[in-house]
Nanobody, 117 residues
Framework: VQLQASGGGLVQPGGSLRLSCAAS????????MRWFRQAPGKQRELVAD???????TYADSVKGRFTISRDNAKNTVYLQMNSLKAEDTAVYYC????????????WGQGTQVTVSS
């Protein structure tokens, strides 16, 4: 099983980016899917979480600006990031609980998001 993240890049403050993370392999089912981020010199932090049924939670710092969603048919989770700020600059990692067939956690490889003018 692999998680492949994509969509990072350089964007100006106030801009938008959409991250994607697709799971592949002999997957029986996927539970919670999450996005974390880690800025230089800081600990990794949870950004957003979505259950298989679509319930979502967000870090206070991104509420109202970021939206997590998933397509269960495509085994993919998304993070729509709007009104980006310099402090959103970080490496973003996807995470999922995947049954293949035994449930365990998997991490994507990380994608860099840089917000700068």
């Amino acid at each position: 099983v692999q998680l492949q993240a994509s969509g990072g890049g350089l964007v100006q403050p106030g801009g938008s980016l959409r991250l994607s993370c697709a799971a592949s392999g002999s997957i029986v089912g996927i539970g919670a899917m999450r996005w974390f981020r880690q800025a230089p010199g800081k600990q990794r932090e949870l950004v957003a979480d979505i259950s298989r049924g679509g319930s979502t939670t967000y870090a206070d710092s991104v509420k109202g600006r970021f939206t997590i969603s998933r397509d269960n048919a495509k085994n993919t989770v998304y993070l729509q990031m709007n009104s980006l700020k310099a402090e959103d600059t970080a490496v973003y990692y996807c995470y999922a609980v995947i049954s293949a067939p035994v449930p365990r956690t998997y991490w994507g490889q990380g994608t860099q998001v840089t917000v700068s003018s």
